[in-house]
């Protein structure tokens, strides 16, 4: 049986970024964006799992402000 070799997320999110399709960018962005506004307005967690509420509603919070605030320096 063959070992299938997965790419890593950050050569995932690379390979989709420079995809020839030229909306294939303003969709991944769009859909982060999009995901991290419904995290934020998320109900509370029933329970606690691997990763805490805290933590992925602060992944959500650097995400928007990285995305609203890209501004070049």
Known sequence: ???VKH???TQLVGK???NPNALMQAFVIEAIRHYA???KGAPDWAEQGF???ESWRE???Q???TIN???AK
């Open 59 to 61: 992944c959500a919070r």
């Open 7 to 9: 790419i890593t997320n």
């Open 37 to 39: 506004e419904a995290t």
């Open 69 to 71: 605030y890209r501004s």
């Open 1 to 3: 049986m063959t070992k």
């Open 16 to 18: 989709l970024m420079s």
């Open 51 to 53: 990763i805490s509420q």
């Open 63 to 65: 995400a928007l402000e």
